[in-house]
């Protein structure tokens, strides 16, 4: 487990297990015990007791402790704090639109990758602007539903830093299986090396080639590239997309060839999705494009 939750989620889990398995036992010996080895009547008084005990106080003792302790347990998982890292994730069909809160204040956007510091915690901000989500890492942290109209909160610690998939577990629509994401846990150093450079402009010159022709086919109406002339908002931020550890919410690898493929078949690579393929454009336009944004880091 790379989370405290699910650190003490899988816990809860083996004692449930350990405690279904006790009891799994006592009923079934007790029913060996009945049938096969005790063949004489039974004292009523006997009787009595034993259905007293294993059928009221047995199970109200088990069931209470296990009831206290799961209680006891998830109430001190999702406590904010205050002062840590705040990410807002909204769940679109069917990407990731994410915005850390960045040195200065100023949100600083991404899309379809999430990167936290290990050792704290943060608090996430889950929205949507269509229909439900459900936004779950689990080898992190339960699950919580992304519901338009309001915001929900999921608190998360991570532990252990590395790289984990995250998925949407509420059918969305035509590209739900389609819609995951890469969790990137590091350490807390590092992460703030990392956001520091998130928060800048593009590194590639304004005067490549792929920037004229991604302007003028106006792919900056949907998308944004900071420090650019594309400021749009309907789609995922481009600024550092090569960066990332997937293209189109987990399904390519972000290499030029994939991203050609993106650009060209969009709708056979996600089905059903908003944007539409850009087939009708000369090969080496696409991949003038797609170079530009392979350098984009």
């Known amino acids: 487990m790379a989370g405290r939750e699910a650190g003490e989620m899988a816990s809860l889990l083996w004692l449930l297990v350990w405690a279904a398995g006790v009891i799994w036992i006592l009923v079934l010996g007790t029913a060996v015990y009945a049938t096969g080895i005790s063949r004489g009547p039974v004292d009523d008084r006997v009787a009595n007791v034993m259905i007293l005990a294993g ?173 650019t002339e594309a400021d749009g908002r309907v789609g995922p931020d481009l600024t550092h997309v090569a960066s990332r550890k997937s293209l189109g919410a987990g399904i390519l690898p972000v290499t030029q060839a994939a991203l050609e493929e993106w650009i060209t078949h969009t709708r056979e690579v996600k089905p059903d999705a908003r944007m539409p393929p850009y087939d009708m454009l000369p090969e080496a336009e696409i991949a003038t494009i797609a170079g530009y944004l392979a350098s984009l880091k």
């Open 55 to 227: 059928g009221v106080f047995l199970p109200t003792l088990v069931l209470g402790g296990l009831v206290t302790w799961t209680v006891w347990t998830m109430s001190g998982l999702r406590v904010p704090d205050e002062q840590g890292l705040r990410v807002a994730v909204s769940g679109e069909q069917w990407w990731w639109r994410v915005a850390y809160e960045g040195p200065d204040g100023n949100p600083v956007a991404s899309a379809n990758e999430i990167r936290l510091p290990a050792g704290e915690t943060v608090t996430l901000e889950l929205s949507s602007p269509d229909v439900i989500h459900s936004f779950w890492i689990p080898s992190i942290a339960g699950k919580m539903d992304m519901i338009p109209g309001r915001v929900n909160e999921l608190v998360l610690e991570p532990t252990k830093p590395g790289i984990y998939r995250g998925v949407c577990a509420e059918y969305c629509g035509t590209s739900h299986a389609l819609m995951a994401f890469s969790v990137v846990v590091m350490e807390p150093d590092a992460f703030a090396a990392w956001l520091a450079e998130e928060a800048r402009p593009a590194s590639a010159s304004s005067a490549h080639e792929g920037l004229a022709l991604f302007l003028e086919n106006g792919c900056g109406a949907c998308h944004a590239i900071r420090g």
